[in-house]
């Protein structure tokens, strides 16, 4: 049974910064890509990063390059995203989610945690 576990979240004025964790279990995590994705009041979710199973490729949307990072940590089954630089409009419920298939590039994500809420304001 796979679950994902968000923690970091809360509320951060423009400019600040976030850390958000992601823990992960049920299956090999080392072998799996991971994404966070976002979904603000009134909008669908939308994908926000990607990393590899190994670690070395990411991607982001491209509202948050250069200010959002996206890392994992295999040995402790943990995805992070460093939110620098925040802006009233990253204000969203934020969600880890693992690949469906393990050793690709695909982008196809199949469980998600529950959410953690992140609110920048002005």
């Known amino acids: 049974q796979v679950q994902l576990v968000e923690s970091g979240g809360g509320l951060v004025q423009a400019g600040g910064s976030l850390r958000l964790s992601c823990a992960a279990s049920g299956r090999t995590f080392s072998t799996y890509a991971m994404a966070w994705f976002r979904q603000a009041p009134g909008k669908e979710r939308e994908f926000v990063a990607r990393i590899s199973w190994g670690g070395g490729r990411t991607s982001y949307t491209d509202s948050v390059k250069g200010r959002f990072t996206i890392s994992r940590d295999n040995a402790k089954n943990t995805v992070y995203l460093q939110m620098n630089s925040l802006k009233p409009e990253d204000t969203a419920v934020y969600y880890c989610?693992?690949?469906?298939?393990?050793?690709?590039?695909?982008?196809?994500?199949?469980?998600w945690g529950q959410g953690t809420q992140d609110t920048v304001s002005s």
């Open positions: 989610a693992i690949a469906k298939v393990p050793y690709t590039s695909s982008t196809e994500f199949d469980h």
